[in-house]
């Protein structure tokens, strides 16, 4: 469909002169610094393939250097100056329909990014590059072939043949071998015109998904299942608040109701989205939805292109019914979209780290209200974001907090490492190492929390007090013993770790601070007849060991399971009867608004991972710090204690939810040109603000906690006030009217969640 030029030859005619005759005109939108649409002519020759959502080649520039650009709208009028014309369409069809285009345009406004780059976000690149096809020669029955094989005198062999391709076009090496023959019979019916070729492009990741034979029915649902139940169908009815937040506590059956839920969704011929935070999360849940609907389309960031793209076009053909994915799959391109839920809503991975910064929380939620369709928010700890708003009433809020079949809670206790950590050479205290061999001989499986990767995480000379720092980041080095290298977690610069300090020589350099290689090292030595896995960053690499990792611990293979936070939420294992928080306290004095939130929600979604099963279970958790209100609100299972505690603290400071927050990071090789670009932007926007609404200010610059990294020097400026709006108005007229100097970058952070 698209026409090839060659771009040597190619010259761009000179633009015809406006005319008050209609004419066919694309906008397009290219990748660009600021966020712009160009109109370009339509010839007549592309007038039939150029429709919005493709993407077609224009002439860019005095040069008129062609580039790629999404078309977003086609409209036919009048000119009111001199248009190129677009090259090239380099799609038969739409990528996106119009309600993606006008989310993606949407997502370009609010979080003040290049629309270009959300349209490049919400096309993955295998679809983009066409992944997984490729150019094949199929082999088919001419359209007279019954008249002509009528008059000749055909081998047994070549009736086969015909018989093989009556069913369908197919290559010539799978017809001979259904033909059961070799290439002559082939040959020679392609010599008297019964077979023609014809050139097309084939799917070759398309295997269809591993379903089960027999699908499972329906679970029975207890009191506030059926209640949660109910208050979707309402939703989907049509009744107003179409967004739920089903509160309920681990392992109160928030999936089952999700399955039901979308049952009903796709009874009635409709599609569903079901999002989870964690990549590790999405193979079990793949697997329970598998044994209830067959086919389910997967999408997230470990796929191969030629499976991403295998699995976005089964979406977009509306061949399957329920998508699960990672944060991108919000922008399946689902054509009968009836239902969207995200689960383990409060998670902070749902937002992008990088441009553009959308969260997939707000973009479900702008969805949902486009398309007039329900979105349903879960979570065991729900963010405060949308807490308040279910306390405003703008999202109903049902509650679920008993766990299936009556089962109670585990009992959490915890460890003071102020009196414990002198009885312990270790990670693990004494109480906690007796509970790991109580739930062993018990025959249990234990869970082990520590969100630190690596082996030591401090690399320090007791004589000279150097530390082993990364050259590029203000950050220490962090020990991986697997290959005795020191590496940094941010930007991978890594050396050889020292036998003896690089700056005086003494040999006994200290390695301190524990990660889970060493916690890992130390629960194989202490409980040498137990087998262990760990499961981080690091040890997940590999294409399908997050499924592999976590069938072996289902079967029973593997009695004790270590890892980072991958491990503490959405996982279901009936014979965990032992919960174990190695450290509390890793996030809780980070400076961030938000770290007795996280800490809480870590220490209660781990926790829930226990408990399960006819054993019971117990949690303990070790802490410096057991008196703070978020850890002792974890151990009584208590959000609404903890959220009672919280708000009044982020409404004093006027911290989200009781207001908007823009952060801005200006980084650049050069500090001081970094400071003076930071600074030259706090100062246009408190001129922007000053004359608002009350409640604005511009915090900064200062440095950012983490003053430098990956060789660059950052400086952070945060904006506050009770609306996004006028925040945004004011970072975009900044961007309008300040270039940077050279080497020198800023971005901005609308609803930040990542603070460091």
């Not at 107003?240 to 089952?256: A, F, N, Q, W, Y």
């Not at 890992?520 to 262990?532: C, K, S, W």
């Amino acid at each position: 469909m698209s026409i090839q030029r060659n771009l040597f030859d190619f010259a761009v005619p000179a633009p015809p002169a406006p005319s008050g005759e209609p004419r066919r005109i694309a906008t397009v939108q290219v990748r660009r610094q600021r966020l712009q649409e160009l109109d370009y002519l339509v010839p007549d020759e592309l007038r039939d393939i150029v429709s919005p959502g493709c993407r077609v080649r224009v002439p860019l520039g005095r040069g008129n250097r062609l580039v790629e650009a999404y078309c977003v709208r086609v409209e036919d009028r009048a000119a009111d100056r001199p248009l190129k014309a677009v090259a090239d369409v380099l799609d038969s069809r739409g990528l996106l329909d119009p309600k993606m285009l006008r989310l993606t345009r949407w997502i370009a406004e609010y979080y003040l990014c290049e629309h270009h780059a959300v349209l490049e976000t919400a096309v993955p690149a295998g679809v983009r590059q066409q992944a997984g096809t490729r150019p094949v020669v199929l082999l088919r029955l001419a359209d007279d072939a019954a008249r002509l094989a009528a008059a000749k005198q055909l081998t047994a062999k070549q009736q086969a043949v015909l018989a093989a391709l009556a069913e369908g076009p197919l290559a010539a090496e799978a017809l001979a071998r259904r033909a059961g023959c070799g290439t002559g019979p082939i040959q020679k019916l392609r010599s008297l015109g019964l077979i023609i070729t014809e050139k097309t492009r084939v799917p070759t990741a398309c295997r269809p998904a591993d379903a089960p034979q027999v699908r499972q029915s329906h679970l029975q649902l207890n009191a506030s299942q059926r209640e949660a139940l109910a208050a979707i169908e309402d939703a989907l009815a049509g009744n107003p608040p179409s967004t739920i937040l089903l509160h309920g506590v681990t392992g109160s059956g928030k999936t089952e109701v999700y399955i039901q839920a979308i049952a009903k969704v796709v009874s009635a011929g409709k599609q569903a989205i079901v999002l989870v935070p964690e990549i590790s999360l999405t193979p079990q849940t793949v697997e329970r939805f598998r044994t209830r609907f067959g086919e389910v389309a997967v999408l997230h960031s470990h796929l191969s292109d030629a499976d991403r793209h295998h699995h976005w076009q089964q979406i977009a053909r509306g061949d399957v019914a329920v998508v699960v994915g990672a944060r991108s799959a919000v922008f399946a391109p689902t054509p009968r979209l009836g239902l969207i839920v995200l689960d383990e809503e409060h998670e902070s991975s749902f937002k992008q780290d990088s441009a553009p910064r959308y969260h997939a929380r707000d973009v479900a939620l702008a969805r949902a209200g486009a398309e007039g369709i329900p979105l349903v928010l879960g979570s065991a700890t729900p963010s405060l974001e949308s807490w308040r708003n279910a306390q405003l009433g703008k999202f109903r809020l049902i509650s679920m907090p008993h766990r299936v079949e009556e089962r109670p809670l585990p009992h959490v206790g915890t460890i003071d490492l102020r009196l414990e950590k002198s009885a312990s050479r270790g990670a693990l205290s004494r109480r906690l190492a007796q509970a790991i061999t109580a739930a062993l001989d018990d025959g249990g499986q234990v869970i082990l929390l520590l969100n630190r990767r690596g082996f030591a995480t401090h690399i320090q000379c007791p004589a000279c007090g150097f530390a082993l720092r990364c050259p590029d980041c203000d950050i220490a080095l962090t020990h991986h013993r697997t290959n005795h290298t020191a590496l940094c977690h941010y930007c991978d610069y890594q050396v050889p770790a020292p036998a003896a300090c690089p700056q005086c020589g003494f040999g006994g350099i200290r390695y301190s601070g524990v990660g889970t290689q060493k916690l890992e090292a130390e629960v194989r030595a202490r409980f040498p007849q137990a087998a262990v896995l760990r499961m981080d960053t690091d040890s997940m690499q590999a294409p399908g060991a997050h499924s592999k990792a976590l069938a072996a611990f289902r079967r029973g293979e593997v009695r004790i399971l270590l890892g980072t936070q991958m491990i503490a939420k959405g996982l279901d294992f009936p014979n965990v009867t032992l919960v174990g928080v190695i450290n509390a306290d890793t996030a809780l004095h980070l400076p961030d608004f938000r770290a007795a939130e996280r800490t809480f929600q870590l220490v209660t979604q781990v926790a829930g991972r226990t408990g399960r099963g006819p054993k019971g279970g117990r949690v303990l958790v070790q802490t410096f710090s057991p008196d703070h209100p978020a850890i002792a609100a974890a151990t009584q299972h208590d959000y609404a204690a903890f959220a009672a505690g919280e708000l009044p603290v982020r409404e004093a400071l006027g911290y989200p939810p009781f207001g908007a927050m823009v952060r801005i990071v200006v980084r650049g090789e050069n500090g001081a040109a970094a400071l003076a670009c930071a600074e030259g932007i706090a100062q246009r926007l408190r001129a922007a603000l000053s004359g608002g609404e009350k409640g604005l200010r511009v915090l900064g610059p200062a440095p950012a906690p983490f003053a430098r990294l990956r060789g660059m020097y950052r400086f952070q400026i945060h904006l506050h006030g009770p609306e996004a709006d006028a925040l945004r108005e004011a970072v975009a007229d900044a961007r309008r009217s300040l270039e940077p100097p050279e080497g020198v970058q800023w971005i901005a952070d609308v609803d930040p969640i990542d603070m460091l």
